[in-house]
């Protein structure tokens, strides 16, 4: 809200009171204006709040003081702040009168506060209130950004409609509604062809104000670069739009237009440029891949870089939007905002392929958005290479496959391939697969046990996690070692493999480590 009278009066510095027109103190003050001439309705441009001391007025006169006021209302001041103890003790019973009359109101301003005070807590006001202006503009640009990469030119309308209080609809290249918001604005957006006709006559931005009331004011933007209109935007509000919403008028715009210049034969052409530059950097071709990069991919060739293999978490749903596009579109927009250059490759199994600079705003966002997510709770599961270069493409390929499947075993939205090399074997392991190697191996210990005529699973464990030492197995196990000894003469005679053998204790320490129990029917 801009400053008005009443905001000036509360004001605990300026010590002013109020002599008339207690009626209008919300009345908003466009600024405070200083001058001592008898007639300064010349040099007014209405909504001031105007400051005198009175020096060259016949204050006491009613008359006077009657054209006076007469004339400051009509020329739309707002107000009037008489100095007290300067030229006349109190402000004179003639101009409060007159001040009454009119309904204008009437401040008075003590000695000990200069007019420049009231001018400056004016200006702060008006600045304070500007940049709230300016920062709900750049908040509605944010949103509207945000419309547009997660769900496109439909939310965009629909994001502008509600910041603007109003409707708006978007219109193709031919004049017709594609999107409106709200559901009721399509009619009334229906109405507006003939005028959508005329302004995509006229070359590219054109704009134009049209509306059947004065109550439903309607802007009509074009849409396009160049002389060529794409499309338009019609916003509908009851009253011409504000700082904030003019700011949002012309993001959406911003928006849309970028929308409706990248055709899909330009999206079609990139990617099968895309698709020619990963399939000769994995086949070893880095000389040939940087040809054919040129300028649009050249550049992410020359440093570390990272490759990325994302797919649908589940099932693929015929009813609902494919995720993997919006995925793609996210990394594409966080490539623009930085600005880095991006590959993207759509491959034959409907996975999506990424090369993304190492270190850069597509990795950081994608792993911000995945890494402490659940695969069940995210649409797409993602496998992240180590930071590779050309030559060692085809490997980083392989490492995110590897990612990729350990994320699916997993349940995890997003592996990166550092932390298989950095981790413990026995995650890798836990599949059904190798547990089902596990219970085979030791199903016939297990079976034994059960019987009651010892504890040959243990032993073993024991036997192994002290690397063979007699003793301190048997100790930990709390039996004399003899006992430990004929107890591994067992497992070997069951399992009929000899415990002399390394690969016969790692293959046991294994199954020990990924199984539980005992196998059950």
Excluded: N
Excluded at 112 to 124: D, E, G, N, Q
Aim: with cysteine; proline share 5%; aromatic share 4%.
């Amino acid at each position: 809200m801009p400053p008005t009278l009443a905001s000036l009066v509360q004001h605990s510095a300026l010590k002013l009171t109020v002599r008339a027109g207690e009626d209008r103190l919300e009345t908003p003050v466009r600024w405070a204006h200083v001058s001592e001439l008898a007639d300064p309705v010349p040099y007014m441009e209405g909504g001031e709040l105007l400051l005198v001391t009175a020096m060259t007025l016949d204050a006491e006169d009613p008359e006077a003081m009657r054209r006076y006021v007469r004339r400051l209302v009509g020329a739309g001041v707002v107000g009037l702040g008489f100095a007290v103890g300067v030229y006349y003790e109190d402000i004179p019973d003639a101009l409060v009168e007159a001040a009454k009359e009119e309904d204008l109101p009437l401040l008075a301003v003590p000695r000990r506060t200069p007019f420049l005070a009231i001018s400056k807590a004016v200006s702060a006001a008006i600045a304070a209130d500007q940049y709230r202006a300016v920062t709900a503009g750049f908040e509605a640009q944010r949103e509207l950004t945000r419309a547009a990469l997660a769900e496109g030119p439909g939310a965009v309308v629909a994001r502008l409609a509600a910041t603007v209080d109003g409707w708006a609809a978007l219109y193709d290249a031919s004049g017709a509604v594609v999107a409106a918001a709200p559901e009721w604005a399509a009619r009334r957006a229906a109405r507006l062809t003939a005028d959508v006709e005329r302004l995509r006559e006229r070359p590219a931005p054109a704009s134009a104000v049209v509306g059947d009331t004065d109550d439903d004011r309607v802007e009509l933007q074009s849409l396009g670069s160049g002389r060529r209109v794409r499309g338009a935007l019609a916003v509908g509000t009851g009253a011409p739009l504000g700082t904030a919403e003019r700011y949002a008028v012309h993001s959406a715009v911003a928006l849309l237009t970028l929308t409706t210049e990248r055709s899909r034969s330009l999206q079609a052409a990139e990617q099968r440029l895309g698709a020619a530059v990963l399939r000769m950097l994995l086949s070893g071709q880095q000389d040939h891949a940087r040809a054919v990069a040129g300028d649009l991919y050249g550049g992410l060739l020359d440093a570390p870089f990272r490759l990325l293999i994302a797919e649908l978490a589940g099932e693929p749903d015929p009813a609902a939007e494919d995720p993997l596009p919006a995925f793609a579109e996210s990394l594409e927009a966080a490539a623009s905002r930085a600005p880095e250059p991006l590959l993207v490759v759509p491959d034959v199994d409907g996975r999506l392929v990424v090369l993304a600079a190492d270190g850069g705003a597509v990795v950081a966002a994608c792993t911000a958005a995945y890494a402490d997510k659940e695969a069940e709770d995210a649409e797409v599961v993602v496998g992240l290479s180590a930071p590779t270069g050309p030559i060692a493409a085809a490997g980083a390929y392989k490492q995110a496959e590897q990612a990729l499947s350990v994320a699916r075993r997993r349940g995890r939205a997003l592996v990166e391939h550092e932390e298989l090399a950095a981790g413990s074997i026995l995650p890798l392991l836990a599949d059904d697969a190798v547990r089902a190697f596990a219970d085979g191996m030791l199903r016939a210990l297990y079976e034994h046990d059960a019987t009651g005529r010892g504890d040959l699973v243990a032993s073993l464990r024991a036997w192994l996690s002290r690397h063979g030492q007699w003793d301190a197995a048997a100790a930990d196990l709390g039996v004399h070692r003899h006992t430990l000894r004929y107890r591994m003469r067992r497992v070997e005679e069951i399992l009929g493999r000899s415990l002399d053998d390394p690969d016969v204790r790692m293959e046991l320490w294994l199954a020990l480590k990924t199984t539980a129990g005992p196998a059950t029917e």
